[in-house]
C-alpha cells in the first residue's frame, strides 16, 4: 500500500470524468478494485471509491466532485492516490439523529446502508429550506428506513 502518483486526462464516461488506472496501479494502490481512496489534484483533496465499468478500472469524478476539486472533464492534471481506511462518517442532521434514536428499527436500517446512502437520507433532510419540509422529510426517512429502503 503506497501512494500512487500520475499524470493524466480526465476522461468522460457518460455525465462523468475518471482516471483510469491499470491493473498494476490499482494493486500498488492497495485495497482492490473498489477500494476508498484519497485523490489530491493541486491543493485539493477529496475521498473517492475506485471501481470497475466496461472492464476498465476507475475513479469517478461526479459533477460535484469536479467542481470540488475544480476540474473539468478533458483536463490533464497530476493526481496523487492514496488508500483511505479512515472510517466515512456522515454528519447527521440533528433532527434526523432525534428520530433516529427514537426509533430502533429505523435506526438499524440507517446503520446498515453503506456510506453514500446514509450521506444521501442525511443531505435530502438538510437540504429542505423549510422547517416544514425538513419535518416531513425526517418522517419520511424515518418509514423509509423502516421499510429497508435505501435510497432517500
Known amino acids: 500500500m503506497t501512494s500512487l502518483t500520475l499524470t493524466t486526462t480526465l476522461e468522460p464516461r457518460g ?30 483533496t477529496t475521498r473517492l471509491r475506485l471501481g470497475v465499468m466496461d472492464g476498465q478500472n476507475l475513479i469517478g469524478f461526479s459533477k460535484a466532485a469536479r467542481a470540488e476539486m475544480d476540474v473539468a472533464i478533458g483536463d490533464e492534471v497530476t493526481a496523487t492516490i492514496d488508500l483511505d ?6 454528519d447527521v442532521p440533528a433532527e434526523l439523529a432525534e428520530a433516529l434514536a427514537a426509533d430502533p428499527v429505523a435506526a438499524k436500517g440507517f446503520n446498515g446502508l453503506a456510506y453514500s ?27 423509509r428506513l423502516r421499510e429497508g429502503r435505501r435510497r432517500a
Request: positive net charge; proline residues 3%.
Open 85 to 90: 481506511e479512515a472510517p466515512r462518517e456522515v
Open 117 to 143: 446512502h446514509r450521506k444521501e437520507y442525511a443531505a435530502w433532510v438538510a437540504d429542505a429550506k423549510r422547517e416544514e419540509t425538513r419535518q416531513r422529510r425526517v418522517a419520511q426517512a424515518v418509514e
Open 15 to 44: 455525465p462523468a470524468a475518471a482516471i483510469v488506472l491499470t491493473d498494476d496501479q490499482v494493486a500498488e494502490i492497495g485495497g482492490g478494485k473498489r477500494a476508498a481512496v484519497r485523490v489530491t489534484i493541486g491543493d485539493r
